[in-house]
């Protein structure tokens, strides 16, 4: 099968992923082979490739955005059949048996392994997945169209939970790239007013016509004091300019893997009057199922554009130089 392996990680610009055949995977006891139809990219991906997360397997192919067709079963999978239609999101696999599994966060699972890091990803003709952590997908998305939600999607809609925004509240969105596009849809489903922050024109214009109360820029004054923010963007510079948006007892919740330092922190002006700095690691197979129920209801449309897995580099260096509206797609 062709595909994409990193071996030493480099500067989108150096192009460090390598197109290469590789024997297509076998299933073990409890997973299924599915025929990748369509792989989405994550700035984690990035974060990956470049070395800011560095590896742990040696060479690795990513990609946890998966779609395809399962079409061969190991040993005991009765859930699912050759060719059904599945997603695979970040989080592969987890023990089930520490004191994060049995408390419901299995998120934070001590022995986690995780797509495209830990094990062989999407950025191939075919991939591995358990067949407990393969996501039945809603039927009105296609395959590019769904891809968004099983990273971005899922981490967005994580991160709006634990800022505690609800139907009335003000939200700032810091960034917005592939998740945010989908966190605004799904906020203003549920009644919240939201404030976009993005430094591109382009995202900006997008926010807009997908019913951002206000737009502009970090650091720009808008109408009133946040209720709550999410931060997409991996700077850690714009943590002290989030939290002094953020109205008394507001909530600060950092989505991304990667971040670059934050800068030091005045406790009255940034964090006094109950403010809450929060991150999100990573997600649960119910965060999953709970955001492709609501991108359901909610009609979420996703942005995507599409690319040959030959392309993958160019696309990860669009995304760097935020040219893409929404999510870049490899199509094998």
């Known amino acids: 099968m062709r595909a994409l392996q990193l071996t030493d990680p480099a500067p ?21 082979r599915v025929k990748v139809a369509a792989c989405g990219l994550c700035h984690t991906d990035l974060h990956t490739v470049e070395g800011e997360l560095p590896l742990r397997r040696r060479p690795i192919v990513p990609g946890h955005q998966v779609v395809g067709r399962v079409d061969r079963l190991g040993e005991g999978v009765e859930a699912l059949a050759v060719g059904d ?5 970040w989080l592969h696999q987890t023990c089930g048996t520490c004191r994060f599994c049995r408390s419901g966060r299995e998120n934070l699972c001590e022995q986690g392994r995780f797509t495209g890091w830990d094990v062989d990803g999407g950025y191939a003709e075919y991939t591995l997945i358990g067949a407990d ?5 809603p039927a009105g998305l296609g395959d590019v169209e769904v891809t968004p939600l099983l990273c971005g999607g899922i981490i967005g809609y994580r991160a709006l939970r634990l800022s505690g925004a609800g139907s009335g509240a003000r939200l700032g969105l810091y960034g917005f790239g592939n998740s945010a596009h989908i966190t605004i849809q799904i906020a203003r489903h549920l009644g919240i007013e939201v404030y976009v922050y993005s430094r591109s024109n382009r995202h900006r214009h997008h926010a807009e016509e997908l019913g951002a109360a206000w737009v502009g820029e970090a650091g720009e004054r808008a109408l009133h004091p946040l209720d709550a923010a999410i931060m997409f963007a991996p700077a850690g510079g714009l943590v002290p300019v989030a939290l002094e948006a953020l109205d008394k007892g507001g909530v600060l919740a950092l989505a991304g893997i990667h971040m670059s ?5 005045e406790y009255e002006r940034h964090l006094y009057h109950e403010k809450v700095l929060r991150s999100v690691a990573n997600a649960t197979r119910q965060d999953g199922r709970d955001l492709l129920e609501l991108a359901t209801q909610a009609g979420v449309v996703t942005t995507t554009t599409t690319f040959p897995l030959e392309e993958a580099n160019q696309a990860l260096r669009m995304m760097k130089e935020s040219t893409l509206d929404g999510d870049a797609v490899l199509v094998p």
């Open 85 to 89: 239609r599945v997603g695979m999101a």
């Open 261 to 265: 330092p934050i800068p030091e922190l």
């Open 12 to 32: 989108i610009e150096t192009s460090p992923l390598r197109l290469t055949d590789l024997p297509a995977p076998e299933p073990g006891p409890g997973q299924v």
């Open 133 to 137: 952590w393969a996501y039945e997908l």
